[in-house]
T-cell receptor, first 114, second 114 residues
């Protein structure tokens, strides 16, 4: 079974620029999550999709972050404009509906904002 | 407000000895707990989990203990191996979380010395 694919692996941008991350979940996984992991901290949920609908985006800074999951498969997460404090690893995960034990994470995108 | 805490940022253990990683939580609604392991430049991978109806779950060298009254769980690795060196995250889920969102602790870096 192919895993969760994320790209790019690394990105360096200047503050106030925009950036986009892409995620392709495991085939058949209805639920997709974007987590932000700041260095030295645990992953923090940004947004959760069930198919192509948003289940929870309460911790997404909506003034600068946006995410979509068209057709209930791939997803993109965008930051515009980026701030220094957005430097983090952005992890995408997917799971089949029905339990927290089915999470599979991608390798993440490491974003550095300078 | 950190609902899941791992108070030890790092732990060093000799190969062959026991590693004990601890995790505390504050939300009494959490009913499912998981441990994830993370190597550098990779996403977290699922290690072991426990439901709140149990107080112990064992899988090979890994055992998770849950003390609900103390809101505390621990991961025991016996015997520890150099390949176990990684960052370990505990995570928790509550039944009201649509889509089974996970709340993570800050992680503990385990170093197993040969």
């Amino acid at each position: 079974e192919a895993g969760v694919a994320q790209s790019p692996r690394y990105k360096i941008i200047e503050k106030r620029q925009s950036v986009a991350f892409w995620c392709n979940p495991i085939s058949g996984h209805a639920t997709l999550y974007w987590y932000q992991q700041i260095l030295g901290q645990g992953p923090k949920l940004l947004i959760q999709f069930q198919n192509n609908g948003v289940v929870d985006d309460s911790q997404l800074p909506k003034d600068r972050f946006s995410a979509e999951r068209l057709k209930g498969v791939d997803s993109t997460l965008k930051i515009q404009p980026a701030k220094l404090e957005d430097s983090a690893v952005y992890l995408c995960a997917s799971s089949q509906s029905g339990g927290p034990y089915g999470y599979t994470f991608g390798s993440g995108t490491r974003l550095t904002v300078v | 407000d950190q609902q899941v805490k791992q108070n030890s940022p790092s732990l060093s253990v000799q190969e062959g000895r026991i590693s004990i990683l601890n995790c505390d939580y504050t939300n009494s609604m959490f009913d499912y707990f998981l441990w994830y392991k993370k190597y550098p430049a990779e996403g977290p991978t699922f290690l072991i989990s426990i439901s709140s109806i149990k107080d112990k779950n064992e899988d090979g060298r890994f055992t998770v203990f849950l003390n609900k009254s103390a809101k505390h769980l621990s991961l025991h690795i016996v015997p520890s191996q150099p390949g176990d060196s990684a960052v370990y995250f505990c995570a928790a889920s509550a039944p009201h979380n649509a889509g089974n969102m996970l709340t993570f602790g800050g992680g503990t870096r385990l170093m197993v010395k040969p």
